[in-house]
DNA sequence: TCATTAAATTGTT
DNA sequence: AACAATTTAATGA
């Protein structure tokens, strides 16, 4: 009785070991399995969400269509992730597409199954959490994409947000070709290229024929915020005061120079 | 197992 | 976008 069947998708899920196991074999006795060609979607636009949706191999891209018709990828997830909680846990429908950039193995777990866990289990809120909260910064830092953020912390962003649901599986083999990396943070392949081998001469990872190995996750994570122009960085706001801005006497210094 | 070929991916311009 | 070089996968002897 004691015996629970693992899937063979637990071990990289990120929250299978935290459910108890009356838990665990529930979802192992009800989770679903299905296979999607490269180019096809994932889950049908604005139908119920019927399920919680694990990849348990290949890639895929996030898209919503435009008001002008055109499909924008803002996201995406590979092997190990799990997505879909959003509209689960508002009983909606789905909002965005999840494109197959691969062909994709998914894991299905059904609606009401994931709902049971949500509202018994706080350590898979605390791991909902932690993906929202995630999915958050990611969308957050994209808002300032090609302003003052170049594309190697475009990449180490999106390089991040893929390989964090097996990190430390693997050794972080990532398998993901350049091409695949610019389809989802919208950069040419060559510029992917580029910023790829700057953040291999960092040490940060190590080029491989179709798949990149992170090295330092920290200094990964350090390339999101650094700045494109190194020269331009140090400008103060204003370097000089005019008497005619700031009248004498009101406390306020003017820098020289 | 090895050699040959095609396909995929990378690096460069 | 185009090109050459490199790596992998597939095939058959």
């Not at 289990?121 to 909902?128: C, T």
């Not at 390089?159 to 389809?183: C, D, K, M, Y």
């Not at 024929?209 to 390339?223: K, N, S």
Request: hydrophobic share 40%.
């Amino acid at each position: 009785m004691n015996d629970i069947k693992t899937p063979i998708w637990a071990a990289r899920s990120g929250w299978w070991e935290r459910l108890q196991p009356h838990e665990k074999s529930r979802v192992a006795s009800e989770v679903g399995y299905q296979t999607v060609p490269a180019g096809e979607v994932l889950q049908p636009l604005g139908e119920p969400a019927l399920h919680w949706v694990g990849m348990m191999s290949g890639l895929a891209k996030f898209t919503v269509t435009t008001t002008s018709g055109k499909p924008l990828v803002y996201s995406g997830v590979g092997a190990g992730g799990w997505f879909g909680e959003g509209t689960l846990m508002r009983r909606g429908v789905w909002r965005y597409q999840a494109v197959a950039i691969r062909t994709c193995e998914l894991a299905l777990v059904p609606r009401e199954t994931f709902l049971w866990l949500l509202e018994r289990n706080i350590l898979f809120n605390h791991f909902l959490l932690q993906q929202l909260n995630d999915r958050l910064e990611l969308m957050t830092l994209q808002a300032l994409d090609g302003q003052q953020i170049g594309a190697e912390s475009n990449v180490a962003r999106t390089l991040r947000h893929l390989f964090h649901p097996l990190a430390g599986a693997n050794g972080g083999a990532l398998r993901v070709t350049q091409s695949e990396i610019g389809q989802l943070c919208r950069l040419s392949r060559q510029r992917v290229n580029q910023a790829f081998q700057r953040l291999e001469a960092d040490g940060v990872l190590q080029l491989r024929y179709g798949g990149v190995e992170i090295l330092d996750a920290e200094r990964l994570r350090a390339w999101e915020f650094r700045a494109p122009h190194p020269k331009a960085a140090a400008k103060p706001i204003a370097t000089r005061c005019s008497p005619a801005v700031v009248p004498p006497g009101n406390g306020y210094t003017c820098a020289p120079g």
